[in-house]
């Protein structure tokens, strides 16, 4: 494990636990220009990381989802205090605090931790992906039926013209579910789950989750089957399908 792998995990565990202590609590929730949530987990975990980065890697840029920071792709630290907002503002443990680092706009180290759940995910470039300190390993099914698919919320998927595919998708999956956010990509990589649909999101949401499932064995791409970090939304967002890779050609198919 290299410093830099070593420093991104303590940062996120860190910060992760910061937010327990507003879990749960009727914390206050802000509305961020975009109408998303925010909350004082979500600053005061990013600003943990941030002060972290800047003792221990001075004049490191920084790109993190609630202060901004450097946007062209380059050298940089990628955080997301509290992956799944929504998740922790309705008090349900699937939210994750997610830091990478990439080199040349693409990720080298990718940290997810899970606070509520205590669950720890880790990957670098090269060397796999690890769980709770044991290597995870996508699963071996071969087709979408019998297999567990996951996706972003109803509204998100209807948005963004995903419902029909996810739809038929589950008149042949074992199971469904909008287990989303980090968490789905996270149950990917570690081979509880086939397959994550992500019809909208932002670097910081995915950096650390495509390297975590790509080094466990999964393939990421967006629903064209291209490079996930290229922006295909008009605001720059990307999209992002991550499978076990053996049925990713019959995923991809239904979109």
Same mark, same amino acid.
């Given at each position: 494990?290299?410093?830099?792998?070593?420093?991104?995990?303590?940062?996120?565990?860190?910060?992760?636990?910061?937010?327990? @202590?507003?879990?749960?609590?009727? %914390?206050?929730?802000?509305?961020?220009?975009? #109408?998303?949530?925010?909350?004082?987990?979500?600053?005061?975990?990013?600003?943990?990381?941030?002060? #972290? =980065?800047?003792?221990?890697?001075?004049?490191?840029?920084?790109?993190?989802?609630?202060? &901004?920071?450097?946007?062209?792709?380059?050298?940089?630290?990628?955080?997301?205090?509290?992956?799944?907002?929504?998740?922790? +503002?309705? &008090?349900?443990?699937?939210? @994750?605090?997610?830091?990478?680092?990439?080199?040349?706009?693409?990720? +080298?180290?990718?940290?997810?931790?899970?606070? %509520?759940?205590?669950?720890?995910?880790?990957?670098?470039? @090269?060397?796999?992906?690890?769980?709770?300190?044991?290597?995870?390993?996508? /699963?071996?099914?071969?087709?979408?039926?019998?297999?567990?698919?996951?996706?972003?919320?109803?509204?998100?998927?209807?948005?963004?013209? #995903? /419902?029909?595919? =996810?739809?038929?998708?589950?008149?042949?999956?074992?199971?469904?579910?909008?287990?989303?956010?980090?968490?789905?990509?996270?149950?990917?990589?570690?081979?509880?789950?086939?397959?994550?649909?992500?019809?909208? +999101?932002? #670097?910081?949401?995915? /950096?650390?989750?495509?390297?975590?499932?790509?080094?466990? @064995?999964?393939?990421?791409?967006?629903?064209?089957?291209?490079?996930?970090?290229?922006?295909?939304?008009?605001?720059?967002?990307?999209?992002?399908?991550?499978?076990?890779?053996?049925?990713?050609?019959?995923?991809?198919?239904?979109?």
């Amino acid at each position: 494990m290299s410093p830099r792998l070593e420093f991104a995990i303590d940062a996120a565990y860190r910060a992760g636990r910061f937010t327990l @202590g507003l879990f749960q609590t009727g %914390a206050s929730v802000d509305l961020k220009g975009d #109408r998303t949530p925010v909350t004082e987990a979500d600053r005061g975990a990013e600003r943990i990381i941030r002060e #972290r =980065i800047e003792r221990h890697f001075p004049n490191e840029r920084i790109l993190g989802e609630e202060e &901004g920071g450097e946007q062209e792709e380059t050298d940089r630290w990628i955080v997301d205090p509290i992956d799944g907002t929504k998740s922790f +503002v309705c &008090g349900v443990p699937l939210y @994750g605090t997610l830091v990478a680092y990439e080199r040349q706009g693409r990720p +080298v180290v990718g940290v997810c931790y899970f606070p %509520a759940l205590d669950e720890m995910l880790y990957a670098e470039a @090269g060397s796999g992906a690890f769980f709770n300190g044991r290597p995870c390993r996508v /699963s071996a099914k071969t087709a979408v039926e019998g297999s567990a698919v996951c996706s972003a919320g109803h509204n998100g998927m209807f948005r963004h013209g #995903r /419902s029909e595919g =996810i739809n038929q998708i589950a008149q042949k999956a074992l199971a469904t579910r909008t287990w989303c956010d980090a968490y789905g990509h996270a149950l990917v990589a570690t081979g509880r789950a086939e397959a994550m649909l992500d019809p909208v +999101v932002k #670097r910081w949401d995915v /950096s650390s989750m495509i390297l975590i499932v790509r080094e466990a @064995g999964g393939m990421c791409t967006d629903f064209q089957g291209g490079d996930p970090f290229l922006p295909v939304h008009p605001e720059g967002e990307l999209e992002l399908v991550s499978t076990n890779g053996a049925l990713h050609k019959e995923i991809l198919g239904h979109f």
